[in-house]
């Protein structure tokens, strides 16, 4: 039988909700899950990944190097533990792709990187070239199968479960040669754009960082999350965090506003999942209404207030 | 000290990438290739530490066939100090790159590697995470911003959440995301330059490295194509749709 352990991904505080794909496609592969929680005090991450669908066991490897999430640090601790399970999954986010490969490395495996479909509980389909192909690979179940999870092919898995939850650890040596200084996050208060189910982005043609005012304020009214370009980060209207793309987030929202963006391949390959996409664009032959369900030709700073306008009367 | 970085021949970011008809592979017949856009980073932020000073050696390191030599050639007319070939047919996959990575290090004794986070082929993102395992040295993988002082280093990385800094001692392995720099253009002088600058070729199996397990790859195909292309006429008109279509 398959025994699958996924590491869970949280900040100290919160499971984040990329844990929960992680489990749709432990899932799919079938097995027994269990979830691993690394941190200084893991109790209220702990309690919440108790509730995924189908979890047997939460555990908890509970240390104070596990307060901040390091590579160096967290991988030694999930190879050890890999030698019980068949299966290794993270989420393809930033921390799952830091460490990851740091642990499959110390076993030996190569990983496979950003599962899309489960074809068998050893073969994966997986995106390549930004996406514009899909390789099936077949992995060796020997010594087990390590791999990180799309989250933008996912939907996350119910919480209605009762796993249990068991103090685990492990007598991996921790290096000291890498240390945590600070984390600059994003407190914007508003939607978090790898979850929310509305995404409203813009790009170099918004302009400028107080022109980006317009697009936080559709997002508002929409209750989006806000994204961009890199053309847009890279101008510096907005955080890198909000970077959507190939080399940014990949995000699959119900809804999806493209705004002064002209779709290159690298931006598209963010939003493919996205269920409507909608181009607003001054450029009618900008590559972005070859792929919006609805596109609308115009200047953005006439539409969006019209289209708040609209809005308001609904 | 001593910088390698990695140097991978892959398709030009521009191109959009077909899969064969068959679904064996992909089209590169004729197809644009270059220098993975991460990979010209790397290199140019190894110059930047050489060139704010400290004493650095800079070596580009390519793994492929010999026709990745011009892709070696043109790293070091941006100003690399040499460059090593390690020759092969193959297609490797990341934990063989970085086996192969980790044999030179140890024969190079290198004090950095900087890698691409990612090669725009294969999107796999492990490559450096790997080989830092192996050499059990630190990891700073998404690097926007790098400081070096002294024996450590500071590094600004890109994550989810925002931007984390992180210490870590050298000798060390690090990523680069896009925002770290913008590569230099070379200059024709330098291309001249370069053509003499020392190109050491290795055949992969002089190297002594052990095959590394890989997955195998049974197909390829074609994503699912999205059928866009309707445009509304106005703002009313957008709005309809999208309460025709559950949305509001
Ligand atoms: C290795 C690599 C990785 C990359 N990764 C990413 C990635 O993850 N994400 C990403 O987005 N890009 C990525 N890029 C960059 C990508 O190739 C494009 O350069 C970028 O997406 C362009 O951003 P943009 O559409 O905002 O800008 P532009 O291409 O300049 O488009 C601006 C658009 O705004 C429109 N416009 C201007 N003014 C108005 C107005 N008043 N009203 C309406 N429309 C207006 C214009 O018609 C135009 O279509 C990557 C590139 C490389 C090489
Ligand atoms: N064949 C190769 N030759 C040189 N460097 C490579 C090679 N393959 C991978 N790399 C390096 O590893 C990085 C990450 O690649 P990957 O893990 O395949 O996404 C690349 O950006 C390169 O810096």
Redesign the pocket.
């Known amino acids: 039988m398959n025994r699958i352990l996924v590491i869970a991904e949280h900040d100290g505080k919160k499971l984040n909700p990329a844990t929960a794909k992680a489990v749709s496609c432990a899932l799919a592969i079938g097995g027994e899950i269990d979830i691993a929680v690394f941190a200084a005090d893991a109790a209220a991450v702990a309690g919440s990944a108790a509730k995924l669908k189908g979890v047997k066991r939460v555990l908890n490897i509970e240390r104070a190097e596990n307060a901040h999430q390091l590579a160096a640090a967290l991988a030694p601790q999930i190879a050890k533990l890999a030698k019980d399970y068949t299966h290794l999954l993270a989420p393809s986010t930033t921390f799952g792709k830091d460490v990851l490969p740091r642990a499959a490395a110390l076993l030996g495996v190569q990983q496979v990187s950003d599962i899309m479909k489960v074809v068998d509980a050893h073969t994966f389909e997986r995106p390549m070239y930004a996406g514009n192909a899909i390789v099936t690979v077949k992995a060796p179940a020997m010594p087990c199968i390590v791999a990180t999870v799309r989250t933008a092919s996912w939907q996350a898995c119910s919480e209605d479960g009762h796993a249990e939850i068991t103090a685990a650890g492990t007598d991996a040596a921790i290096p000291q040669h890498t240390r945590f200084v600070e984390l600059k996050a994003d407190v914007s208060g508003r939607p978090d754009l790898q979850s929310a189910a509305r995404v409203v982005s813009g790009?170099?043609?918004v302009?400028s960082k107080e022109n980006f005012a317009v697009i936080y304020k559709f997002a508002d009214k929409l209750g989006a999350a806000v994204g961009a370009?890199?053309?847009?980060v890279d101008a510096g209207f907005v955080p890198n965090d909000l970077?959507?793309?190939?080399?940014?987030k990949i995000i699959a929202p119900e809804l999806y506003v493209a705004?002064?963006?002209?779709?290159?391949?690298?931006?598209l390959t963010?939003i493919k999942d996205a269920r409507t996409i909608v181009a607003?664009?001054?450029?009618p032959d900008?590559p972005?209404f070859q792929v919006a369900d609805i596109g609308l030709v115009?200047?953005?700073?006439q539409i969006l207030p019209e289209l708040e306008q609209e809005l308001d009367k609904l | 000290m001593k910088i390698l970085v990695g140097i991978k021949r892959v398709v030009d970011?521009s191109v959009r990438v077909q899969v064969k008809k068959d679904g064996s592979g992909v089209n590169t017949d004729g197809v644009k290739l270059g220098i993975n856009?991460?990979d010209e980073i790397a290199l140019e932020e190894a110059l930047r530490i050489r060139e704010r000073g400290t004493q650095a050696e800079v070596v580009a390191v390519s793994i492929g066939p010999a026709e990745v030599q011009p892709q070696l050639r043109t790293a070091l007319a941006m100003g690399a100090d040499r460059a090593i070939l390690v020759e092969t047919g193959e297609v490797l996959q990341p934990l063989m790159v970085a086996r192969v990575f980790h044999e030179l290090v140890k024969r190079e004794n290198a004090d950095l590697v900087i890698l691409g986070k990612q090669a725009?082929d294969d999107d796999s993102n492990q490559t450096g995470q790997m080989l830092a395992a192996l050499w059990d040295r630190p990891q700073a993988t998404f690097a926007s911003k790098v400081e070096l002082k002294d024996k450590t280093l500071m590094v600004t990385r890109e994550v989810d959440a925002g931007l984390e800094t992180i210490e870590i001692d050298l000798p060390a392995v690090i990523t680069t995301d896009?925002r770290l720099n913008t590569p230099r253009f070379v200059k024709m002088p330098d291309i001249m330059k370069a053509r003499s600058k020392p190109l050491q070729v290795l055949k992969l199996e002089e190297l002594g490295v052990t095959a590394a397990p890989k997955l195998e790859v049974t197909s390829y195909a074609p994503p699912p194509q999205r059928v866009g292309g309707k445009k509304v006429e106005d703002v009313t008109a957008l709005v309809a749709t999208l309460r025709q279509r559950g949305i509001l």
């Not at chain 1, 705004?259 to 931006?267: D, E, K, P, T």
């Not at chain 1, 607003?280 to 450029?283: E, L, M, V």
């Open positions: 790009g170099r043609g302009g370009s890199r053309a847009a970077q959507v793309g190939q080399t940014g705004v002064g963006i002209s779709g290159a391949i690298q931006h963010g607003i664009n001054k450029d900008a972005i115009g200047d953005l700073f | 970011f856009p991460f725009i896009l």
